[in-house]
């Protein structure tokens, strides 16, 4: 079995070919939730490859990052300039993989809530206050987009899809 940090480094750079994207996922972290929270034992690799996943996809939400970067791109990425839906997602999809490389993405720890600013450091709180006992909650920041911190929340129940929930991401 490969080490934790293995793990991580060869999906981001394997599955999605995200050399520059730091990333501070603690494994005793990773542990606590899956023991606290976690009783299917949701294979921590799935869980990252869906966040990653939502990041780069996910165009239903006015307020995922898909919206965010085709708002700000608009010019540029305009539907109508290309010929197909499709081509348009792909387009929007590969200038946030560009945004990506140069980010950093933290696993939202499970003392939150009550943790100092200090002690928080580059981390703040999910702003919906998602339960940590619902959701593996992941946060993004991308320099090239300021300030703006994106929320990646994926469900921990193995059968989500069967229960109408999706994982989603949102920007504030």
């Known amino acids: 079995d490969m080490p934790f940090e293995n793990r991580v ?3 981001l750079q394997e599955d999605f070919k995200l050399e520059g994207l730091r990333w501070e996922i603690n494994p005793a972290e990773v542990q606590f939730q899956h ?3 976690d009783p299917w034992w949701r294979n921590t690799s799935s869980v990252i490859r869906q966040a990653i ?3 780069l996809y996910d ?3 006015d307020q995922s990052l898909f919206y965010w970067v085709s708002q700000i791109h ?3 990425f305009h539907p109508d ?3 197909s839906d499709r081509e348009y997602r792909q387009a929007v999809s590969n200038q946030i993989h560009r945004y990506l490389q140069t980010g950093s993405l933290f696993l939202i720890p499970s003392k939150v809530y009550q943790m100092t600013e200090k002690e928080l450091g580059a981390i703040s709180p999910p702003p919906y206050k998602e339960k940590l006992e619902d959701y593996w909650i992941f946060q993004l920041m991308l320099p090239e ?3 703006v911190a994106f929320y990646a929340c994926v469900p921990r129940w193995p ?3 069967e229960v109408g929930r999706r994982p989603y991401n949102y920007g504030v």
């Open 81 to 83: 300039n290309f010929s």
């Open 74 to 76: 608009g010019d540029e």
């Open 145 to 147: 987009m300021g300030d």
């Open 159 to 161: 059968s989500f899809e």
């Open 9 to 11: 480094t060869q999906i």
């Open 35 to 37: 023991d606290t929270y």
């Open 53 to 55: 996943h939502t990041y």
């Open 59 to 61: 165009y239903l939400s």
